[in-house]
Each structure stands twice: as C-alpha cells, then as structure tokens.
C-alpha cells in the first residue's frame, strides 16, 4: 500500500465548493494524510523540517490547490521554496525525494476550451503547470498528469458530487497500486484514467 501526502493550499477554503466536496472525499482514509497549509501555517513560518519528514513517509505527492493566477496560492511557493532545498530534494547529497511520484489536483474559474492556443488563455494547463513538472523533473520524482475540474463557478451540485467520487477513486487506485502507469502517463488529465 502506497501512502500518500496531499499539500493543500486554499486561502479561502471557508468559501470553497469544489475543493471542500474533494477534501470531504479523501478525509479518514487510510493511508492519506491532508497537510492544510493554510490552517497549519496562517503565518507562513513554514516548518522545513516536519514538512520534509512528511514528504519521507510518503510515496505520492498531491499538490492540491485552485489554479490562482496561472499558478497555486502563495503558501505553495513558498513551501516549495523552502522546503525543496538543496541537499535534500536537489544537488549531489539531495536524493530524498527520488523515485516518489508527485502530481496537481486544481480547480479552475476557467473552462476547459479556454485552455488552448486558440482560448482566451493560449496555453493549456499543462503548458502552465511546467514549472511544478519540472521541479518534480529536478528533484528525481515521476510526474504525473494532473488531476483537473473546470470552470469551478458554473459547476453543478451533481457534477461537484462525480469530481468529489472521481478524485476519492483516483486515490484509492494509486494507494493501493491498481493504476496502469503506461496508460496513466498517455492521458492529458489523471481523469481521464475513468473514461
Ligand atoms: C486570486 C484568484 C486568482 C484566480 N486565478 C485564476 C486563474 O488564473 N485561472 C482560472 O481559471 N481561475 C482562476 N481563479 C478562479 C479559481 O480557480 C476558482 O475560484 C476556484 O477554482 C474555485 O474553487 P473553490 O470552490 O474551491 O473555491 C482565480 C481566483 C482567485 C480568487
């Protein structure tokens, strides 16, 4: 059995819809832990070393956040900032990340068909996320496609419920090693596993 460490990061997570339903999915499961980065640092003293301690004592890696500015929310940056340093997730002695699998779970304002060369946003999501794809790169992890809702604002109290399902199966499936990885690293979105 895989353990898996989802770092969520939601400022406003009081107001939330999606990210509440797909948090409220994956709590009390076995071999998850929820690291709520807001609620555990509300003053951004990040605590480099139980933050790497957990990244040791877990296999998959979610960075769980809405898509902000093309990005993740601040505390996500900084976490990566601080935590990911030299010696432990990168350079000659820094190998403690190698060979964990790390991947994205966000929710977006925006709909998928903005998200294209020819969408108001000209880049896909994939574009916009290289920057975690390549740290994970640099930090000898597998990086996984991410896993995506759109256009959070106009989404049902129905669909809410399926992404909730989908993002609670996902994790079930990758916990307990039942993901085609060749399959998995083909699709655009981890989402796409369940069509
Ligand atoms: C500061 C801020 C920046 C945002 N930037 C983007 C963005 O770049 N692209 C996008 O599609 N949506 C953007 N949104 C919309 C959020 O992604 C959306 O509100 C969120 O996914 C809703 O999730 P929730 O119901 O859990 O709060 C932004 C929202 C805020 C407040």
């Not at 609620?39 to 960075?63: A, S």
Request: proline share 4%.
């Amino acid at each position: 059995m895989k353990k898996i460490l989802i770092l969520f990061a939601h400022p406003t997570f009081h107001k939330s819809r999606i990210n509440k339903q797909l948090i409220n999915a994956v709590e009390n499961m076995e071999g998850v832990t929820i690291n709520n980065l807001y609620e555990n640092y509300p003053d951004f003293f990040i605590n480099v070393k139980k933050e790497q301690d957990l990244l040791i004592g877990h296999d998959i890696i979610i960075w769980h956040h809405p898509f902000y500015w093309y990005s993740a929310p601040a505390i996500l940056k900084e976490w990566m900032d601080l935590v990911l340093g030299l010696g432990f997730a990168y350079g000659a002695e820094g190998k403690a990340l190698e060979g964990k699998m790390v991947f994205s779970a966000i929710s977006t304002g925006g709909k998928k068909e903005v998200y294209c060369k020819e969408g108001q946003n000209q880049f896909t999501i994939n574009q916009f996320l290289i920057p975690f794809n390549q740290s994970a790169n640099l930090c000898g992890m597998t990086y996984l496609p991410p896993f995506v809702v759109h256009g959070s604002h106009n989404i049902s109290e129905k669909e809410i419920e399926n992404f909730g399902d989908m993002y609670h199966n996902l994790i079930e499936m990758l916990r307990d090693e039942k993901v085609d990885f060749s399959k998995l690293k083909l699709k655009e979105y981890s989402n796409n596993l369940f069509e």
